[in-house]
């Protein structure tokens, strides 16, 4: 499959405790994305790199999100002392500088 | 901020017939695209269409744009179980895509 991979699919955690996600864009994607999807809602901006630099952070994203893409492939999103209202699903996407962006599968965090 | 509003919010159908969903934003776009959703495939893009475009075309969908009222269509003919998902209405540059809440087709078989 050549499509984008999100791992972990699901991760359930307490409140106060760090958690890090990982996307494997398509790989001739200079281009990657972060959203944010909450029950009934679509899903929200986050960040976007073109190859490694990250050139656009959204106000949702606090000081306890960072991201990186360090070689321009795989990109890390880490939340540090998640609160309950970080639960939700994750989404990458990637692109390769077109409109069309193709999505991965998310993943999905709970925050207890 | 989400700037595409999608009407009606839930539509149910049966198979065969034909679903119309639709969408209002609120700045001028350069384009506007719909993406599905559903729990099988993720999201995924279904068409874009152009600024100065009226109509567009793919297999069963047809897609609608007016710039003067800010609004568009999307169409679905002859409907299948399989369309059940959401829909959403997108705007946005390139980078940074603005999705709308979405309207939740069920289509029954």
């Known amino acids: 499959d050549t499509g984008v991979s999100q791992n972990p699919r699901h991760k359930i955690t307490k409140r106060g405790q760090n958690v890090t996600f990982r996307c494997d864009p398509i790989?001739?994607?200079?281009?990657l994305y972060w959203y944010r999807q909450t029950l009934g809602q679509g899903p929200e901006f986050l960040t976007y790199?073109?190859?490694?630099?990250?050139?656009?952070k959204s106000r949702l994203l606090s000081d306890r999100f960072s991201a990186e893409r360090p070689k321009g492939s795989f990109s890390t999103l880490e939340i540090q002392r998640t609160e309950q209202g970080d639960s939700a699903m994750y989404l990458c996407?990637?692109?390769?500088?077109?409109?069309?962006?193709?999505f991965g599968p998310g993943t999905r965090l709970t925050v207890l | 901020s989400q700037q595409g509003e999608e009407d009606p919010q839930a539509l149910s159908i049966q198979e065969g017939e034909n679903a119309t969903m639709n969408c209002s934003y609120k700045?001028?776009?350069?384009?506007l695209q719909w993406y599905r959703q559903n729990s099988g495939r993720g999201l995924v893009h279904l068409i874009l269409?152009?600024?100065?475009?009226r109509e567009k075309h793919s297999g069963r969908l047809r897609v609608t744009l007016d710039t003067s009222k800010k609004s568009s269509s999307l169409l679905i003919t002859a409907s299948r179980a399989a369309d059940t998902a959401s829909y959403f209405c997108?705007?946005?540059?390139?980078?940074?895509?603005?999705f709308g809440k979405g309207t939740l087709l069920t289509v029954n078989p």
């Open positions: 996407a990637s692109s390769p500088g077109s409109n069309e962006q193709f």
């Open positions: 700045t001028s776009i350069n384009n």
């Open positions: 997108v705007t946005g540059s390139n980078y940074k895509l603005t």
């Open positions: 269409i152009r600024s100065n475009e």
């Open positions: 790199f073109q190859n490694e630099a990250q050139l656009e």
């Open positions: 790989s001739e994607h200079n281009r």
